[in-house]
Nanobody
Framework: QVHLVESGGGSVQAGGSLRLSCTAS?????????MGWFRQAPGKERGGVAA???????RYADSVRGRFTISKDNAKNTLYLQMNSLKPEDTAMYYC???????????????????WGQGTQVTVSS
């Protein structure tokens, strides 16, 4: 079992920055996992934001590419999402997720992930 805990959400004005963190338990396994950040706004489906494969490759949603950066510190058991140039449309609950196995090309698909954190709210005001 992999237990994930997110932190770092909050309220910020448009153009500002936030860094989300996700600490994973059972680190002996987490460095073999694919991990990602997902978000869900009220009334919308949960969607992929950024993900990092077990081999270190990254993938971003078109809407955040160039503004968000995903990274992982295995020594600290922690996944990060650095969010810059935030926009009101980035407002959502952000979730960290992990999975040992992925269908090829599906690293940003929520249905591929087995383990989820409880979420952290990000609110961007205009």
């Amino acid at each position: 079992q992999v237990h994930l805990v997110e932190s770092g959400g909050g309220s910020v004005q448009a153009g500002g920055s936030l860094r989300l963190s996700c600490t994973a338990s059972r680190y002996a396994y987490s460095n073999l996992y694919n991990m990602g950040w997902f978000r869900q706004a009220p009334g919308k489906e949960r969607g992929g934001v950024a993900a990092i494969g077990s081999g270190g490759g990254t993938r971003y949603a078109d809407s955040v590419r160039g503004r968000f950066t995903i990274s992982k510190d295995n020594a600290k058991n922690t996944l990060y999402l650095q969010m810059n140039s935030l926009k009101p449309e980035d407002t959502a609950m952000y979730y960290c997720a992990a999975t040992p196995f992925l269908r090829i090309g599906a690293i940003l698909s929520p249905d591929q992930y087995n383990y989820w954190g409880q979420g952290t709210q990000v609110t961007v005001s205009s």
